[in-house]
């Protein structure tokens, strides 16, 4: 009986530390999946300054979003985004609609660059995207049809978009 209640304390003490570890490396963990998944679907480097994720306010931060340009193009970014604030109502996780109580786009700034040969910089990524984005759609809409029920709807009670910026090149 005595090592029966050892073993559960080990492994209690090792989920605590296990959930511990987790909640700590959330911020990188997400910040880590922008980047990798991000370059993956615009075949061109994503990277993000920083994530801050608050799951018991429901809250969360992105600061720094850059999507680079396709190699052949003058600018170094595409589109770049000081911040994006999220602040979702915890009561409304689960139900639908999804409440989204505030959604803030800071500084958000679009640099479209027209190519010698034609098409632009903003063309190039999103045929990158839609391209790679094609299984997984498939498999999206493969899930969708065997399971029952409404499509998620989502209510954005505030929302603010300010200091946009939008240059063309040739």
């Known amino acids: 009986m005595k090592k029966a209640l050892i073993a559960i304390g080990v492994v209690l003490v090792l989920v605590i530390l296990g959930v511990t570890w987790f909640l700590g490396s959330l911020d990188g963990i997400v910040k880590k999946q922008i980047e990798v998944v991000g370059t993956e679907l615009t075949g061109t480097n994503v990277s993000v300054g920083g994530v801050n994720i608050e799951l018991a306010g429901g809250s969360g931060r992105i600061t720094g979003l850059t999507v680079a340009n396709p190699k052949g193009y003058q ?10 604030h999220l602040d979702i109502d915890l009561p409304s996780v689960g139900n639908n609609p999804l409440i989204i109580k505030e959604l803030v786009i800071d500084a958000p700034a679009v640099n479209m660059e027209m190519h010698q040969k034609g098409g632009s910089n903003l063309k190039e990524i999103s045929d990158n995207v839609s391209a790679n984005t094609a299984a997984a759609d498939k498999q999206a809409t493969k899930a969708q049809q065997e399971t029952e029920g409404e499509p998620l709807r989502i209510v954005i009670r505030n929302l603010v978009v300010r200091d946009v910026g939008y240059s063309v090149h040739s």
């Open 75 to 84: 600018a170094d970014h595409a589109f770049k985004m000081k911040l994006l």
